[in-house]
């Protein structure tokens, strides 16, 4: 099968290292891109410079090219992407798809998710206060199909799960910017952990809001350490061997159910590569996080 409008891509954030569940996220959605003929992009998602640092990017692209994973365009930073989410920010305001909030988690909280200065409204006015802006879902009972899964329901609740797209701090939220982003590089696939299921039903509002279509979607296990955690930076996953690399992708690729023939067969990197491309099956993938 091929498609050339195949569009995919990778968006770690920088707050550290490339670790092995990182790869393994990143090997999936390349061989997925691969297997279609399509474009394979890398996005650096650096959104928060109180967690991230220049060293953490360059650490994660040096990773990504020794471990034979090329972007097919040049690498985006979401750094440099600000003055377009604000210009998409205000049109939210303004078309009462979005409103400012100057509520704290300890007042959501206290009122089971409600804002007490009925903020949705636009009466509030957050003054000289910090205020956040938050996206306005609509009550939605989604159905979509998932690649891996198959098919999903959310229940998507007005208000109560309104996802905040500006931070209070001024810093822009992930939920806008990874779909700005995905717009605006016409991404037509996304491959991510199973863990960012939860929030699809709502980007895909934010999408239909900005005027585009939501991607494909394909969901994959999270990797787990011994002690049953998601494998991530905040566990203190150690980072990648870069001068391992073909071990670590032949690893990858096991954590992925594919083929253990093409392992022992190939002995370099654009080969392995190539080889898990051309027998791609995604249907291997075990639907339980190991």
């Known amino acids: 099968m091929t498609d050339s409008h195949y569009r995919g891509r990778f968006a770690p954030s920088p707050t550290g290292p490339l670790h092995f569940g990182s790869l393994v996220t990143a090997v ?14 890398v996005r650096i998602e650096d959104l928060d410079p109180l967690r991230e640092s ?55 909280r ?6 007490p200065e009925h903020c949705r409204d ?3 006015e957050p003054g000289e206060r ?18 891996l899964l198959g098919p999903q329901v959310q229940q998507v609740h007005a208000e109560l799960d ?10 822009y939220a992930y939920q806008l910017a990874v779909v700005a982003d995905d717009i605006d590089q016409g991404i ?39 002690e049953g955690q998601k494998l991530s930076k905040q566990n203190h996953a150690p980072a990648l061997d870069d001068r391992k690399a073909i071990d670590n992708l032949k690893r990858a690729l096991v954590a992925l159910g ?20 051309a027998n791609w099956a995604p249907e291997r993938i075990h639907l339980t996080a190991r």
């Open 28 to 41: 999936a959605s390349y061989l997925e891109a691969r297997s279609h003929k399509g474009t394979w992009l």
């Open 54 to 108: 220049p060293e953490a990017t360059q650490r994660i692209l040096d990773s990504l090219n020794a471990h034979g994973l090329h972007s097919d365009e040049p690498v985006r930073f979401q750094s440099e992407r600000h003055a377009h989410y604000h210009a998409l920010i205000d049109r939210l305001l303004s078309q009462r798809l979005a409103y400012r909030c100057a509520c704290s988690r300890k007042q959501l």
């Open 110 to 115: 206290e009122n089971d998710g409600r804002h």
């Open 122 to 124: 636009g009466k509030a």
């Open 130 to 147: 910090p205020f956040a802006v938050r996206f306005a879902l609509h009550d939605e009972h989604s159905e979509w199909h998932d690649q």
């Open 162 to 171: 309104d996802p905040v797209i500006l931070r209070k701090e001024g810093f």
């Open 188 to 226: 037509s696939h996304v491959v991510r952990g199973s863990d960012l299921l939860d929030m699809t039903a709502q980007q895909q509002q934010i999408y239909r809001s900005l005027g585009a279509p939501p991607p494909q979607w394909m969901h994959i296990p999270v990797i787990l350490n011994a």
């Open 258 to 277: 594919q083929e253990q023939r093409l392992l022992a067969e190939a002995s370099d990197i654009g080969t392995l590569l190539a080889r898990a491309a």
